[in-house]
């Protein structure tokens, strides 16, 4: 495996090479593996980019390696509508129908790439990897991908297309070195997952920082839907330990009075049914209960039984020996798990922007206003097929040219800008993360969105005076760049969506508007301006009747 792909090429910062291939794919989880694989089976040159080594710095690798799938008597008809259904009528259409239309096919490909995945009614999974299922996908996807000799260019960031008219390649960051360069190439397929990171919790991992997204926005590319963030209710959030999904299993959820708080709520349901099956309510009373002052630091209370906690293999391990938890009390809170906008794409996963092509989290348009639970890695994998097969046919067609040399040159003054800054850049990104689980979390308000908005303006003004030394700490700059830009629109649209609907919850306007609000939300920039539009949702297959 090619892990210093960068290194062959060092010299090329100087003139002596250029670094150039047909096809070039930013992110090394399932969806930029997928893509990768494609292009490269078409017989064209792929460069698989990523911020760290190849598959460890995505979402994937923590994922519970299931499929949402029409496998057995679970049909096509039926993963359609709840499809639709759970993504409150505003996810696309044509894009879900060629979901479970392919999934089928495309998950049972794995197969071939020596991926171990079992089939039943209605899913698919993956056989444990060495350590989570996530690598179980990954690993056999990265042997097969090194076996056709697709290039690993690991540890640089993505920073900026090239783009005059249609995509011409991306200059990438060398934290190691500190030097920019250009990658030039015929197509270029953007696959660096989704922005949760923008929030104080989640269980993403810390690089997965809406890079994609705005980069493909500053480019020129449309985004959708972004006010719609998964949270998922119970996360660890125990001081100094991860902020995982915790496996409650036969536990009760209490506030600090040791009140059942589903009960409280009418929630007659076990905890761990609740927290899959209604994530969004649970995770609205949890932040309802610390809200009133009934938290613990900003948590609720899992008791599990005690002979669960000593007696069940699985947990007990992982709790006590993993995590090193003694205690059955655990504190949890929601946490960003998932975000279902992002870049608009069509049924080929083309951007607006010639040869720029999106597949996986970094998308908006599949899952609406909500995810259902299982489709995030089969979109992974059925998109990213389609957006390998879509860049390698245009790629093609299509000739490679040079350039970059405004962008090169903006990259190098907003570094050099890094060194004489005042405010460090860790301090800023944790005010903005702060801000936005504050202003934007699981339950907002028109009074909280307009103080975050102006929150994220003094962010904006104090990041002109960053300071950032490092190799690693330019890297994190470049990080809270992206995240400044991604949560402000996430804001103002969070702002402008005058409704509640699947993960979008305002506390005043608390119901779902069909008749207004059976609309998405569309961003682009136009001669360096921020246009606002919306977008009558298509209801070609499900229709609803007011």
Known sequence: MIHNYYNVFSSFYIGAFMIETDVLVVGGGAAGLRAAIEARLMGLNVILASKAPIG???????????????????????????????????????????????????????RSFKVNLNIGDGFAHVSNGPLTKGEGLLLPMMRYAENLNIKFLENVMAVELIVSEKVYGCIFFNPNSKKLFPIYSKSVILATGGYSQIFLRSDNPARVSGDGCAMGFRAGAELIDMEFIQFFPLGLAEDNKP?????????????????????????????????????DLVSRII??????????????????????????????NYLSKVLHLSSNRIKVSPLAHFTMGGIKIDENCRTVIPGLFACGEICGGVHGANRLGGNALTEAIVFGAIAGRSAGEYALSSSRMSGGENELKNMKDLI????????????????????????????????SLIDLMSEIDDLKTLFRDVKALSGF?????????????????????????????GAHYRLDYPEQLDRKWLKRISFKLENGNLKLSYMPVNLKYVSIKF
């Not at 994922?63 to 996810?91: C, D, M, P, Q, W």
């Not at 990080?479 to 629109?489: D, G, H, K, S, V």
């Open 56 to 110: 460890f710095s995505s979402s994937t690798l923590y994922a519970g390696g299931g499929f949402r799938v029409a496998f057995g008597n679970y049909s096509r008809e039926r993963h359609f509508e709840e499809t639709i259904i759970g993504g409150k009528l505003l996810n696309d259409q044509e894009l879900v129908k060629i979901l479970v239309d392919e999934a089928p096919e495309r998950l049972l490909e794995l």
């Open 243 to 279: 902020a995982w999904l915790f496996p409650a299993i036969n536990g009760k959820l209490l506030n600090k009075l040791d009140e059942e708080v589903l009960k409280k709520y009418g929630v007659e349901k076990p905890l761990m049914r609740a927290a899959i099956e209604n994530r």
């Open 287 to 316: 932040w309802l209960e610390i809200s009133k002052g009934l938290g613990l630091d900003d948590t609720l209370i899992i008791e599990l039984n005690r002979e669960d906690f000593q007696g069940l293999p699985g947990i007990a």
């Open 416 to 447: 050099s800008s890094f060194k004489h800054g005042r405010f460090h850049v860790d301090d800023l990104r944790l005010k903005l993360k702060r801000a936005m689980w504050k202003g934007c979390g699981v339950i907002r308000s028109k009074t």
């Open 473 to 501: 700490e330019i890297l994190k700059a470049f990080e809270l760049r992206n995240m400044l830009q991604i949560a402000e629109l996430v804001c103002l649209a969070a702002l402008k969506r005058e409704e509640s609907r």
